[in-house]
């Protein structure tokens, strides 16, 4: 009867714990992809800033991998069915991919835009891997 008892209060104590924790769990699921170009994102710790490269040259000496990066240029060239040619203003080139399961047709051929993406760097080569554009403004 008394280790019954005790159960009974441990199950009660795990329950409280459970309950409590997943009071928590609905602010980060509800945390959404980035929607835009701004510096902060919505599900990054408050308090901080995303300092990013806003130039292909920065991208070259300073860029690592996975990092997030905004820039304004041009789609001049297609390479291959995912893979274009981007210019950003200082005439600086670039490899991008545009990832074909995605709708990109709201974009054009040496139409200024502005990109999200995020740097795919490798041993011999930096790409960019196109999150998001659109028409620059």
């Not at 292909?56 to 041009?74: A, P």
């Not at 709201?106 to 995020?118: C, M, Q, S, T, Y």
């Amino acid at each position: 009867e008394m280790s019954r008892g005790l159960g009974d209060v441990y199950k009660r104590q795990k329950l409280m714990f459970v309950a409590a924790f997943s009071a928590l769990i609905p602010l980060s699921v509800n945390a959404a992809a980035p929607q835009g170009f701004g510096q902060e994102f919505s599900s990054a710790p408050q308090g901080f800033r995303m300092d990013t490269l806003k130039t292909l040259q920065e991208v070259y000496d300073k860029g690592y991998d996975e990092q997030m990066v905004v820039l304004k240029g041009r789609f001049t060239k297609q390479l291959s069915r995912e893979l274009f040619e981007f210019t950003d203003e200082s005439g600086k080139t670039i490899v991008c991919e545009l990832d074909d399961d995605k709708n990109w047709s709201h974009i054009k051929k040496d139409e200024l835009v502005e990109i999200l993406a995020e740097i795919d760097k490798g041993f011999r080569k930096i790409e960019l891997e196109v999150i998001e554009a659109r028409p620059a403004r």
